[in-house]
């Protein structure tokens, strides 16, 4: 990491680059600075509030998007309060242990990392879900709770929908997966997500049936499943790939291809990339009764 280190008391500033240098980091340091001539970028800024309060002001807002801590020699709005607000991060209290002062560190860069890693995966999900229609499905009112869908991520966004309202915790699991049982018996207080129970054989979702009996879980089938004990929701998409393990027949692939991509592309380029003639998917426009979306 890359840290600016602001600080008058120069033997404090010295311990403090010292170990920083030695677990790796490039650092700076400056006595008082003078705002036009900080150019570079810097992912950790520690600085003194032994500066005057208008310089701090503008040095946190100069590094808005780095991670200021604060060298305090006391608590006051001038030194803590004030600065917080204006974007620093944390204090820490002169004189303090080094060991603190990493830890504080690497747990802000760490909350940093993890905060752009779920604005990315929320802005990921939200691309995957934008043209996933779930308006008009009822979110699971009750657990343990099984969603009947021939579409994945249509259950995928009702269960996210679901944590976001509920503002609880959800842990995924594919019972696909070779250790799904220890998983799912640990002990958890937030929402199971169970996907692939059409894959277990009788005797599992026996099993799993029991175990889930007073657990918090939705459950997600790609085939009907008449005997499932519990609350069961449906979500059929018509244009829905049936990811299921069923092989699906030739009219019914080019009749989902055709209602999945009749909107997008013209007769003349859908029926080149069914690899048919045009007078052909006609043809079987009329005999799959596929009505022509204008």
Request: aromatic share 8%.
């Amino acid at each position: 990491m890359n840290i600016l280190i602001i600080e008058s008391e120069i033997y404090l500033a010295q311990k403090v680059v010292s170990r920083l240098l030695d677990d790796g980091h490039n650092c700076d340091f400056i006595e008082s600075p003078n705002i036009d001539n900080l150019t570079k970028d810097y992912d950790i800024v520690l600085l003194s509030t032994s500066l005057p309060a208008s310089l701090c002001k503008t040095i946190i807002r100069r590094y808005n998007d780095s991670i200021i801590l604060l060298l305090v020699s006391y608590i006051s709005d001038e030194t803590v309060t004030n600065p917080i607000k204006e974007g620093a991060k944390d204090y820490i209290i002169k004189p303090f242990i080094m060991d603190e002062l990493v830890r504080k560190i690497y747990h802000y860069r760490e909350c940093k990392s993890l905060r752009k890693e779920l604005n990315t995966l929320r802005e990921y999900l939200d691309f995957q879900f934008k043209d996933v229609d779930t308006s008009d499905r009822m979110l699971p009112s009750s657990f343990p709770t099984l969603i009947e869908t021939n579409s994945q991520i249509s259950a995928d966004k009702l269960a996210f929908e679901l944590i976001r309202k509920l503002d609880i915790e959800m842990k995924f699991i594919s019972l696909n997966s070779d250790n799904w049982l220890k998983k799912v018996n640990e002990t958890f207080n937030g929402v199971l997500y169970l996907t692939d129970y059409h894959s277990l054989k009788r005797n599992s979702k026996d099993n799993l049936n029991k175990i889930i009996e007073n657990k918090k879980c939705i459950l997600v089938s790609l085939e009907k499943e008449d005997d499932f004990p519990y609350n069961k929701i449906e979500c059929h998409k018509e244009d829905s790939l049936m990811m299921t393990n069923n092989i699906m027949t030739i009219n019914d692939y080019v009749k989902m291809m055709v209602l999945s991509y009749q909107s997008k592309y013209p007769d003349t380029e859908l029926s080149k990339k069914l690899g048919i003639s045009r007078k052909s998917l006609w043809e079987k426009r009329k005999k799959l009764g596929i009505e022509k979306k204008r």
